[in-house]
Each structure stands twice: as C-alpha cells, then as structure tokens.
C-alpha cells in the first residue's frame, strides 16, 4: 500500500481563490509527522508547513493551514488567496517511527501540480 | 545565511562512468539525507547520516550506491558505472536536530540532475 497518496496529478485554481490540495497517508505508527512541500520549476523543495500526529489543532503558516482529520488519515493543504507564485508542484511527505530509531526519512508522495490563473 | 548547497547543479555521464555528488548542508546541522527524484515522482529516500554515522542506508538501490560524510559536515553520494535508470535529480537535505525529535524539518538544496547517456 502507498504510505502517502495524493490522488490529484493537476489541478487548476483562480487567482485569490482557495484550494485544497488532497493527501491521505498510511501508518500503524501512533507518532509520525506531516509535512507539505512545494517545487517550484527551478527544482528546490520549500517547506510549508507541518503537523504533528499529537497536534490537536489544525497547523497555519500564513495562507497554508492544514486540514487534518485523524480518524480519516488525511491531511489535505489549504492554501488561501492564491496567488500566479503558487504555481509549483506540492508535495505532502510523512516522517514515521521516530520513536523506534527509523524515524528519519521522509516518504513522499506522488505530488499536485498546481497551476494559477488570471 | 546559507542554505543547503550541491554540486555539481547538472552532471551528464556515459554509461558505465562513475560519477561523485557532493552536497554542502546548513552549518551545524546534525543530519543529513539523500534522496532522488526521478522525473514526474516524489522524491524517495537513499540514506541518512547524523554526524559522520551513517545510520540509514536502506534506500540505496545497489551496491553500485555509495555515500559518506567522514567529518560530519558534507558528504559525497558516488555512484559506480551508472547505468541509464540513474538519470534522475539527487537532493540532499539537512536538519538541525537528530531523529529524535519528532519536527525535525529538513532543508533541501537545489539537487543535482544526472543524465546518464
């Protein structure tokens, strides 16, 4: 089974609108870690933001906040008043078993390509 | 200051060459990862070092894999008689802290994109 699935290869989203960028992910772990990423064309990964899986509110960064709903595993990006700089491609990672010494990779995702308009 | 630094930015090597990457993480930080990216993919894990130890080598494909980081600062991912299935963008990241701290984030460098003819 995929660790982490984001079932949205590209999606499209007016300037100053919102939109929500799926992830669901797959652990037996009781501690892992969520984190969103973004790849602009020039290749560099960017963090975004991160929730912990003890983390009883939902993340914010500024226009990212995190959409996490436990008991579904998901853990979808909201990203608000888009702006044409949010193009990129977005990837949510999770980092698992950081109590039981293999708790340092992240497993990625497929990514969402995100694309703003006018 | 400075971010996570990787050269060379592009690398194209003819089947069956060797070839060394070289990534320069964030001074002072504890770990440090390698990963590649294949076009159109996340990117998937290779190995972790914290320091010069390198405790995760899990995701390396083969033996024809090598990485190292003798003084705990940069490290080197080698590569013996790459193949075509090689071609792919190698990032390197760094964090401050050690595994066990359960945020951790991880800084990523622009990533070397290897072509093998």
Same mark, same amino acid.
């Given at each position: 089974a995929q660790k982490i699935t984001q079932t949205q290869p590209g999606m499209f989203v007016q300037e100053k609108e919102a939109v929500t960028l799926d992830c669901t992910y797959d652990t037996s772990d009781q501690s892992y870690g969520l984190f969103w990423y973004k790849q602009p064309s020039s290749g560099e990964m960017i963090f975004l933001i991160y929730q912990g899986s003890y983390d009883e509110q939902n993340a914010t960064e500024g226009r990212y906040s995190l959409n996490f709903q436990k008991a579904r595993k998901s853990a979808n990006l909201v990203i608000s008043a888009s702006q044409l700089g949010d193009s990129a491609m977005y990837f949510c990672a999770m980092r698992e078993g950081f109590f039981t010494g293999g708790g340092n990779k992240l497993t990625f995702g497929t990514g969402t390509q995100l694309k703003v308009e006018l | 200051g400075a971010g996570v630094s990787q050269s060379p930015r592009y690398k194209v090597a003819k089947r069956g060459q060797d070839v060394a990457l070289r990534c320069d993480p964030i001074s002072g930080h504890v770990s440090l990862f390698w990963y590649q990216q294949a076009l159109g993919q996340g990117p998937e894990f290779l190995t972790y070092f914290q320091n010069e130890a390198q405790? #995760?080598? %899990?995701?390396?494909? %083969? #033996?024809r894999f090598f990485a190292e980081r003798p003084e705990g600062s940069v490290s080197t991912l080698k590569i013996q =008689?790459? /193949? /075509?299935? #090689?071609s792919a963008v190698y990032l390197c990241a760094s964090s401050y =802290? #050690?595994?066990? %701290? %359960?945020?951790n984030e991880q800084f990523f460098g622009p990533g070397t994109r290897l072509t093998v003819l």
């Open positions: - | 405790l #995760d080598k %899990s995701g390396l494909p %083969s #033996d =008689r790459t /193949q /075509q299935e #090689d =802290r #050690d595994g066990r %701290s %359960s945020y």
